[in-house]
């Protein structure tokens, strides 16, 4: 038997793919959710107004003081705390709901809210307290309001306030602006093919034939922007999502193995061990969270 990472899909039924919820209602009904590790198909915007809980994304534990706000992008592996009491709000939406235009596919596929190239996301909201209150009412009431065809659209254009403001303010709170350039669009081109095709392709040579670059010029994109090669961050990337399943599922070691295009389980013991020293089976026996 196998039990998959729980992933999500966005609730169903809505006017349309966005939410604004209370997370201590949310807790109240769905506690046994959000604290097993899962994945979503949507973005979250978690307003942490109350409390210091520990919120678990990819392995690393992350602190949260009162009065945060975090950004997390679509399809990572999260975890609530299960210890501590908190409260506060939370913004869901999707792709769909917010890319209305290419100008907006980019604006959101570029957020430094959302891709931040080396942590996750999130801002001390004191300064801004009422500006981020005040725009989350303004949605809040247009949810509560007539539902008419300019209702999303004034949401959208709600909800990109406030991811501008987000930003102004990450800005200033000890954030580093990577310069922009080719080479900062040659990791993000990099970066997003390799989300998608990691599983099958793990070749330097077909992701620099995907961009339209030559190899030596991806790598000093990568090596500039992030300090990597390019076999690194495929194998990074890998790598981790292999411990994501061997920590939170049951699935077996051969069939990860398939599951991340290796052709024998033996290949993926010996790359496994080569990157993290110890094998699946270890790894899993220290880390198992399923």
């Known amino acids: 038997m196998t039990t998959d990472i729980i992933k999500y899909d966005f609730k169903t039924g809505l006017p349309q793919e966005f939410e604004i919820v209370d ?8 506690k046994g959710t959000l604290t097993t590790t899962h994945r979503t198909d949507f973005y979250h915007i978690i307003w942490f107004q109350q409390g210091s809980p520990t919120h678990l994304v990819d392995f690393k534990p992350i ?4 009065n945060t706000l975090l950004f997390l992008n679509k399809d990572i592996v999260q975890r609530f705390d299960d210890k501590s009491k908190f409260g506060g709000k939370a913004i869901l939406f999707t792709d769909s709901f917010f890319c209305k235009t290419e100008a907006d596919h980019k604006f959101l596929r570029n957020s430094i809210l959302f891709n931040d190239l080396f942590s996750v996301s999130q801002i001390q909201a004191q300064k801004q307290s009422k500006l981020f209150s005040d725009l989350l009412q303004q949605m809040t009431d247009e949810l509560q309001g007539i539902k008419d065809n300019s209702q ?3 949401l959208q254009n709600l ?17 580093t602006e990577i310069k922009k350039g080719a080479d900062l669009d040659y990791v993000m081109l990099f970066k997003d093919l390799l989300e998608t095709d990691y599983k099958n392709q793990k070749q330097v040579n077909y992701y620099a034939k995907q961009i339209i670059i ?8 990568t090596a500039k922007i992030l300090g990597k090669s390019p076999k690194e961050l495929i194998d990074d ?3 981790l999502e292999a411990k994501r399943i061997l920590a939170h599922t049951t699935e077996s070691v051969k069939e990860i193995a398939y599951n991340l295009g290796f052709e024998e389980p033996t290949n993926f013991i010996k790359y496994f061990k080569k990157h993290s020293t110890l094998t699946p089976s270890e790894f899993r026996e220290k880390n198992t969270l399923a």
């Open 214 to 221: 030559t190899e030596k010029r991806l790598n000093q994109a």
């Open 63 to 66: 602190k949260i003081k009162s």
């Open 23 to 30: 997370i201590a209602r949310l807790y109240k009904e769905f």
């Open 237 to 239: 990337r890998v790598l």
């Open 159 to 175: 909800l990109h306030n406030f991811l501008l403001h987000s930003e102004r303010e990450r800005r200033k709170q000890n954030f």
């Open 152 to 154: 999303a659209d004034i």
